[in-house]
Nanobody, 123 residues
Framework: QVQLVESGGGLVQAGTSLTISCALSGRTFTNFAMGWFRQAAGEEREFVAAISWGASTTYYADSLKGRFIVTRDNTRNTVALHMYSLKPEDTAVYYC????????????????WGQGTQVAVSS
């Protein structure tokens, strides 16, 4: 059974950086493409970034390119989201997702999800 556990969220000031991580267990990590999504209060879940099985390809929401970077460590079974120059509008619960066959922006295509980690950015 695949389990995803996010960590690293918290309260930060605008303009600072934060890295959140997600660990996958239960199956071979390199079998999965990984995605990050976020959901602000009262809003729909939105795509943030995704990274391919071997980390050769990454995708980003257009609005976040240049501020967010997704990486994965296939030796530690983890994927990370490095967030820079954070803004109050980045405040959301951040979720990691995994799928064996799909990589992209469509949340409904990912089979496995973590519980989320809260990121709050104060102005």
């Amino acid at each position: 059974q695949v389990q995803l556990v996010e960590s690293g969220g918290g309260l930060v000031q605008a303009g600072t950086s934060l890295t959140i991580s997600c660990a996958l267990s239960g199956r071979t990590f390199t079998n999965f493409a990984m995605g990050w999504f976020r959901q602000a209060a009262g809003e729909e879940r939105e795509f943030v970034a995704a990274i391919s099985w071997g980390a050769s390809t990454t995708y980003y929401a257009d609005s976040l390119k240049g501020r967010f970077i997704v990486t994965r460590d296939n030796t530690r079974n983890t994927v990370a989201l490095h967030m820079y120059s954070l803004k109050p509008e980045d405040t959301a619960v951040y979720y990691c997702a995994a799928d064996e066959y799909y990589i992209g922006k469509n949340a409904s295509r990912y089979d496995y999800w973590g519980q989320g980690t809260q990121v709050a950015v104060s102005s």
